[in-house]
């Protein structure tokens, strides 16, 4: 399985994940099925799309 990664938000934003909560909600409003992970080597939210597989040749 692999995502494909839409935007980075810092955590140790003083906001904390709020930025990358509100960013996944509206790309889940437009029908993007977005999601929230941490990424704990970067100490960084991310707004990734789940099941993003690259096509390759056939």
Do not use: I
């Not at 935007?7 to 509100?22: I, L, N, Q, Y």
């Not at 509206?26 to 993003?52: I, N």
Request: glycine share 8%; charged share 30%.
């Amino acid at each position: 399985m692999s995502a494909k990664v839409l935007e980075r938000f810092p955590a140790g934003s003083p906001r904390g994940s709020w930025p990358a909560e509100e960013y996944a909600a509206a790309r889940r409003a437009e029908g993007e099925p977005a999601t929230v992970v941490m990424d704990l080597k970067s100490d960084a939210f991310l707004v990734v799309l789940d099941g993003q597989e690259d096509e390759g040749p056939a």
